[in-house]
């Protein structure tokens, strides 16, 4: 197991634990580190360390009032082949919240957890340059 200190964790406040451990757990390759359900768990893929605070937890208590859950700020997860990802979640019932974004750097596309949190699925461009 990777020590805490070795993680980047970025916490995302959800209406239901439960339903957030099994949406990144099936959908999208994270592992379950630790589970408080239904205040809190943390889900870990590589090196990022999703904290998952219910409405119970401390982490939700601390967050105004007046904060909005989805605004433009997103876990960002780079995956291999995006067209495979698209067809593997859109068969999964997923929704996706933008289309497919092609630019400078690669391409990309937005969904969202059960709690509307951003995800952001991307592939980076192909660079002839690059080993």
Do not use: C, K, W
Not at 88 to 117: E, H
């Amino acid at each position: 197991m990777t020590a805490a200190s070795q993680y980047a964790s970025v916490r995302y406040v959800v209406d239901d634990v439960q339903a957030a451990i099994d949406f990144y757990t099936t959908h999208l390759g994270f592992t379950l580190n630790t589970s408080a359900a239904p205040a809190f768990a943390d889900v870990v893929r590589g090196p990022l360390r999703l904290l998952l605070s219910g409405p119970a937890s401390s982490g939700a208590r601390a967050t105004p009032a007046d904060a909005t859950a989805a605004g433009r700020n997103r876990i960002h997860l780079t995956v291999d082949d995006l067209d495979t990802e698209i067809d593997r979640l859109r068969a999964a019932g997923l929704p996706f919240r933008s289309d497919l974004v092609t630019g400078p750097g690669g391409r990309q596309i937005l969904l969202t957890d059960p709690a509307g949190n951003l995800i952001e699925l991307f592939q980076p461009a192909h660079r002839p340059d690059a080993p």
